[in-house]
């Protein structure tokens, strides 16, 4: 079963990856990666620029808006994902503490939907 | 009414709750099975003396009245469900002596929570689910504050505590306490369920996470009723004298900055003399008895370690003979990576190391006090690309930040 760990940062956490590779914040990171690996539950994964870079766009009455910035104006953003093979919810939460990104901002942890992905693009 | 009047009401309500929640659902439930109608009788009753107390005054006997008023409730629910005939023994049980004068006069029934922890803990139930469900019927902690300290999503951990009870209900699961050739092995069930409440400060190897539930507190409190309930219990004492000796040393975990200190680099002064004397109390007597298991030999460790308060220095040897006892009866990973770090203190790195490679490798893949253990023996035979890369290992399957923070300081 897979699931996706979505990871969200506060500002400064953003700022952190300004840091050079040295320091501690990405170590952590470097050491949460290899154990993942290690462990043989790592799928993918993926970071994502600053919240800022990100533009919205919607088609409303056949008009479309777009929008500087993210989707949702709050303090914390989705900052990157990490897609893990696990048996249950919960190994998928005892991965979530520990990753770095749950000690500064939060985690949040969803199965994916295969079955509704299958559906919904190839209409099987 | 006046305000000390209401204050005083709440307060005697909070205290009554919390001592004699426990009770109150043992007894309600030991007829019936039932351990939610108990609960949710129980909670109705609490929020009647909320209504009643303030404006009445606090009743003579407060368990009694809580217990009265929970009992008419409970028959409501009894009599609700339509199971009139299988139901009778059960309402007779709960109308009998159940005037509030007779109550209000007896401060006596009888204490049933002993039956209650073997409930927890029967073979029958999930192993995962006999802690939540202690805490939740013998403490009355709620399903989301357990959720908080198993790492499980509230919504989840009540369905999991529903479906416990529903089991219970149904049938199969005494309400009685195990006969003597069971005992030792259900006893040692409902130890576990307590300990695991308490989940351990590995702080006797350097660095490993301390994966503490933040409910010390509450494992102590079941220790002591427990012990109160079976003073005779050599391993339930050694239990409780386990969980004092490790509690004695939370004020010396962290320094002002909140940085992680290990074990070996604590000051014993910090440590709180109070718990140690209480635990080596409770060690003492449980070796009285002869019957040395588990718990008392984690205990005795601890013991040892608490020695450094007096003497200034930590009997290793001592340590690890305690270990070599230990492992005969736990194999645990926790139980075996102390004894490397033990033997690595008493005989020198290799053999510490030599103790880890023994250890399956696919048991260890999700264990962190392995390689923060690996990680200090590599670093100190000056294996450097070696003890980086077991650092980065423990770094990576930390939770607790500060021991995050200490491993990567020590990692360089």
């Known amino acids: ?124 | 009414m006046n305000e000390i009047h209401q204050e005083d009401a709440h307060r005697t309500i909070e205290r009554v709750a919390r001592e004699s929640y426990g009770r109150l659902v043992a007894y309600l439930s030991v007829h019936t099975h039932d351990l939610a109608s108990a609960e949710d009788a129980l909670s109705n009753a609490l929020v009647s003396a909320l209504n009643h107390w303030p404006r009445e005054g606090v009743p003579k006997n407060p368990e009694a009245w809580l217990l009265t008023a929970a009992r008419h409730s409970l028959i409501d629910v009894i009599r609700h469900q339509q199971v009139v005939l299988e139901s009778e023994p059960t309402i007779k049980f709960l109308t009998e002596n159940s005037t509030e004068t007779t109550l209000s006069t007896s401060t006596q029934f009888p204490d049933e929570r002993l039956k209650l922890l073997f409930v927890c803990a029967h073979p029958a139930i999930d192993p995962a689910m006999h802690t939540p469900l202690m805490l939740q019927t013998v403490l009355g902690l709620d399903a989301a504050r357990i959720a908080q300290a198993f790492l499980i999503a509230p919504k989840t951990m009540g369905q999991r505590l529903f479906r416990a009870k529903t089991k219970i209900r149904g049938g199969g699961i005494p309400f009685e306490i195990p006969q003597a050739p069971d005992l030792p092995e259900r006893l040692d069930a409902v130890l576990e369920a307590i300990y695991a409440a308490f989940g351990l400060g590995w702080d006797d190897m350097a660095g490993a996470d301390q994966c503490g539930r933040d409910l010390a507190e509450e494992a102590m409190w079941l220790a002591r009723v427990l012990l109160k309930l079976m003073p005779g219990e050599a391993e339930v004492q050694g239990l409780l004298a386990l969980m004092l000796y490790c509690e004695a040393r939370r004020p010396a975990r962290r320094d002002a900055k909140g940085r992680y200190i290990p074990l070996s680099e604590q000051n014993p002064e910090k440590w709180l003399g109070s718990l140690i004397d209480e635990a080596e109390r409770h060690l003492a007597k449980a070796f009285q008895h002869g019957h040395v298991g588990r718990f008392q030999l984690e205990a005795a460790i601890q013991s040892v370690h608490a020695e450094r308060a007096h003497t200034g220095r930590t009997d290793w040897s001592a340590i690890v003979l305690f270990y070599e006892q230990l492992l005969k009866v736990s194999s645990a990973l926790g139980t075996r990576a102390g004894y490397a770090a033990a033997v690595a203190e008493a005989n020198g790195p290799e053999a510490g190391l030599a103790v880890l490679e023994s250890i399956h490798a696919e048991a260890v893949a999700h264990y962190q006090p392995y390689w923060a253990v690996q990680a200090h023996l590599l670093r100190r035979l000056g294996k450097t690309r070696e003890a980086s890369a077991a650092y980065d290992r423990a770094i990576g399957l930390a939770e607790d930040p500060a021991v995050r923070e200490f491993l990567i300081q020590k990692r360089g």
């Open chain 1, 1 to 124: 079963m897979q699931f996706a760990l979505m990871i969200y940062h506060t500002p400064e956490e953003f700022e952190m990856r300004k840091n050079d590779y040295s320091h501690p914040h990405l170590g952590a990171w470097r050491g949460y990666y290899k154990a993942l690996v290690e462990a043989k539950v790592y799928v993918s994964a993926n970071a994502l620029e600053l919240p800022e870079t990100g533009t919205t766009v919607r088609v409303k009455d056949g008009k479309r808006r777009v929008q500087d910035g993210p989707y949702a104006d709050t303090k914390e953003q989705l900052a990157g994902f990490i897609v893990l093979e696990l048996p249950s919810v919960d190994a998928a939460l005892e991965w979530a503490a520990r990753c770095p990104g749950a000690s500064i901002g939060a985690v949040e942890v969803r199965p994916l939907a295969p079955e509704a992905m299958r559906r919904g693009f190839t209409g099987e």
